[in-house]
């Protein structure tokens, strides 16, 4: 393998595995069992069984985002700078599957959603002058984790207080 493809495919392969870790991670912290089947529901939540192609869709398009934004960005710090917001992005990601899921706690996901929110927008901007298309390839992600908070915060309302809160 030359140096040109071992440049292309190694962040693609990274980008891939942190997100393959990631789905996983999430979906082992993610249980429709009692206690989620238990909740109030607002009629607009989409089914269930769509949440899983929707976020496949997402990593995949973040894959994508990911390596056009390294192989564009400028230089090595610009390089360590988008694995730390990226890494920071997958962390708050799969956490909000432990705080709503794990740990029954919506309305402390809730503040996740948010900060994840908030990590996504980060990283539109952070990849924009190096790869519009990476960022754009990144706003599904934006639109749909800003579904996801307002879904939350309905849910949060519809079934507060939670235990401990």
Not at 29 to 36: E, K, L, R, S, V
Not at 81 to 89: E, M, P, R
Not at 97 to 106: D, G, I, Q, T
Not at 109 to 115: E, F, I, K, M, R
Request: hydrophobic share 60%; net charge positive; charged share 10%.
């Amino acid at each position: 393998m030359n140096a040109v493809s071992r440049d292309t495919l190694r962040p693609a392969l990274v980008a891939l595995a942190a997100a393959v870790g990631a789905s996983v991670a999430g979906r082992l912290a993610t249980d429709i069992g009692p206690w989620y089947e238990a909740l109030s529901k607002p009629a607009w939540q989409p089914p269930d069984w769509l949440f899983g192609p929707v976020w496949t869709l997402i990593y995949a398009l973040g894959v994508i985002a990911a390596t056009l934004a390294w192989r564009h960005a400028p230089a090595a710090a610009a390089r360590r700078h988008l694995l730390s917001a990226f890494a920071v992005n997958l962390v708050l990601n799969v956490s909000w599957s432990v705080l709503f899921f794990s740990m029954e706690r919506p309305d402390w996901a809730l503040v996740g959603v948010c900060l994840l929110w908030l990590s996504i927008a980060s990283l539109i901007f952070l990849v924009w002058p190096w790869s519009r298309l990476a960022s754009l390839l990144l706003t599904p992600y934006l639109v749909w984790v800003g579904f996801a908070a307002f879904l939350n915060l309905t849910i949060v309302q519809l079934n507060a207080p939670f235990a401990g809160g």
